[in-house]
């Protein structure tokens, strides 16, 4: 018996999958021919396949296809396959005693102007498109559609040439023409053996930007960026990106790009970031257009980060891909890594790693946390598409990251170089992987692949002893992981650590080694903690050490370490190494911020900030040296991170600690914003070069404290001499919090006006209302969805507004009030019904239940367990509820 507030674990709609019932494909798919008739009110798919059983014991085909597929025909070496030989249940269609060598064709009718799901074959801004990862190609045709089942595609599209004149697949165009009625067709030939979930499909009326590459061993690439005609102009940053990722993967893994023709198209509906599809990338327009006016020094970032991992994809994903879904991160850990190395090669390594740590800990930390815990290869899903998450694709990275600091890089690009070789053509396993590696190096890794199958943060306490007489300082580290559903006990991991000793004048100490597993590197000691405990001795000092542990963030743990607010602050001046510089400065503000928090709580006097100021005030002094790295470290934790260090998570008096370090800053160091804000005035026109950049992040920063004391004026002339958007947004940010209900309006409406014709930054409209801390910040989100330029169909436009409001604005979505939560809980429920996807991930705020204090969790839960009596309920949505509220 289930009581009124349980929700069964799974039933038969909703199995869980799990690794460890993994079988090999009993059928290969030696050849497919697809045929595409596109029409407005329904499109119809032919799929003929060439079938080989492999496994001898199967008498029957079983074959992925969605229950929404009409099926039309079916024959099986050219004779009509007889109704009682055929089964459809669920998502599957059974053909009883197939042959071991046939051809199998099936006609099937779809209608992918009603998808909403953005999953398959749907529709976008007039134009066709696909999105096949993870099984979405089951939407399109009855197939086996999982990644093991590589294959060989022809594929010919027809349709109407005014409407479509652009008609895309994957591979080489093999031939064109024109048809009766105004309709013309092209066929693709694939010639490199790919899954379905790399299968592509594009028709439209679309606008090219055309480029070519000349690869190194001379092939001519034609390159081609296919978005609507006024969005043209703004695909050259992704163009010079895509060049820059081809050669960088050239240089850097020694791989080459292997068809002629590289294709990309961007699309203004999509679920995700982009698709890998082999040689016919699509793009959620967010990550290809990149324009001064629309976007932020940020987004042109984020469009090269992105271009570059689709692109390296090729390699790592197409060529070798994935046994099964289970081993996600062998494609995706390898190519964000892959992407992270790259962007640190364009810019500044420091800030990359100082960025990407920051959502590391923002959001994987987090996940680790919470009831989706899961290891970076999962061992069950009930719904794949749950599991496209920051501890498959970050922690993933992270994972490879360790491996390559560990085996040195000539030793991991040795590795790599035998797993390309090993496994072309193959769909494999992480532990393939780690075993390239191993072989590569004469390594065992045993022990350090734990981390693939042990979900949690590793927790690591670290205390010090210094002897003045033996001039020995020794370091005792303790690691442990916290349970994480389905596994309460856990192992000890293989954690290395990146570490320095630093002496009383601020230099680099030598040291001698005399207990302890460690390698001496360039950059510092690599310990390698492998036990629950470890120990490590150093003598030959002449004076006590400062330790500066994990720099770079050698590890993905959470570090308690023995050093003091009086050696963090000489860390902030002193350490060579600058990640460990930006963490020492914010593990002071992480500190006087907690400490606020408990003041507040106990209704005492508020911490004096007065040496961290001072710290700030030396750093200001020197941002010339780096006005980049200045502003990453001159920019305070976000609210919600604050919220990660302790349990009940205190909203409102992390709000006001938070608001006090600010304001102390802004007053304590004020000339010096004054100064620094007019000393980095726009010297002539905006340029998108490093130093520009970096001047233009550190103004915005000094703008920020300069308006904080309540003086909106800088924002205001900020924001009306901008001549990009970096500036502007900047300056809107800061009065999107303005309680000047006229200044607002009027920023907000000039914004609106100047920008409605581009929805790239309608979305920061949006989103910036969202994220505003006023209190009717809920109130205005709510009028926006009567918007006319809202619409819940549209992911971006509805992350925008209602996941910045959940996911980003922690004051005002954990209102004590239960609003926000009731908001969202009926928001998921209407998406859910037409896109389950991107419902399930707008409502993982919620799932954080169990850290907020009990009137909080029970508002939160209630919302839950709403949602939960829907028996229309998506499996994506179900399974994050089940495992909320469980
Ligand atoms: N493989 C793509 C991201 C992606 C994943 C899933 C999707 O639908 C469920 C769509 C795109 C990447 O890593 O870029
Ligand atoms: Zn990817």
Known sequence: MMSSDQIPAENETRPTIYLKDYQPPAFRIERVDLDFDLQEEGTRVTCRMVLQKLAADQDDLVLDGDAGLKLLSITLDGQPVAADRLHRQDETLRIKAVPDHFTLETVVEIEPQKNDRLEGLYRSGGQFCTQCEAEGFRNITFFLDRPDVMSIY???????????????????????????????FALWHDPFQKPSYLFALVAGDLDCLKDHFTTRSGRDVSLNIYARAHDLPKCRHAMESLKRAMRWDEEVYGLEYDLSIFNIVAVSDFNMGAMENKSLNIFNTKYVLADPEISTDDDFDHVEGVIAHEYFHNWTGNRITCRDWFQLSLKEGLTVFRDQEYSSDQGSRAIKRIQDVRILRAHQFAEDDGPMAHPVRPESYMEINNFYTVTVYNKGAELIRMMHRILGADGFHRGMDIYVQRHDGQAVTCDDFVAAMEDANGADLSHFALWYSQAGTPHLDVREDWDDKTKIYSLYFKQYINPTPGQSTKAALHIPILMGLIGPNGGEMAARLIEGDADQTEKGWLLHVKEAEAVYRFTDLAAKPVPSLLRQFSAPVQLSSPVDDGQKHFLVRHDQDEFSRWEACQDLMIDAILKGVSAISLQKPMPDVSELIESCAALLKDADRDPAFTAEILTMPSEAYIGQKMTPVAVDAIHEAHQYLKKALADGLASQWRDLYARLANKGPYELTAEHKARRALRSVALLYLCFGGDSDPALKHYQ??????????????????????????????????????????????????????????????????????????????????????????????????????????????????????????????????????????????????????????????????KSIS
Request: with cysteine; proline share 4%; charged share 25%.
């Open 154 to 184: 022809h594929v010919r599209i027809t349709a109407d040439k005014a409407l479509y004149p652009v008609l895309l697949s994957n591979g080489n165009l093999v031939e064109t023409g024109d048809l009766a009625n105004g309709r013309h």
């Open 721 to 882: 001499t901008a001549d990009n958007m970096t500036d502007r947004l900047a300056a809107l940010r800061i009065l999107s919090h303005s309680d000047d209900d006229d200044l607002r309006e009027r920023i907000f409406a000039d914004f609106y006006n100047r920008l409605a014709h581009e929805p790239l930054a309608i979305d920061k409209w949006f989103a910036m209302q969202a994220l505003s801390l006023r209190p009717d910040c809920l109130d205005r989100v709510k009028s926006l969805l009567r918007h006319d330029a809202f619409s819940l169909r549209n992911p971006n436009r509805l992350r925008a507004l209602v996941g910045s409001f959940a996911a980003g604005n922690q004051l005002r979505f954990h209102d004590i009030s239960g609003e926000g939560y009731r908001f969202l809980g009926k928001i998921v429920g209407e998406v859910d019904r037409f896109n389950p996807q991107t419902a399930a991930r707008l409502i993982l705020p919620l799932s954080t239940h169990k850290r907020f204090d009990p009137e909080r969790s029970a508002m939160m839960t209630s919302v839950l367990r709403g949602l939960a009596a829907n028996k229309d309920l998506s499996r994506d949505v179900y399974e994050i509820l089940t």
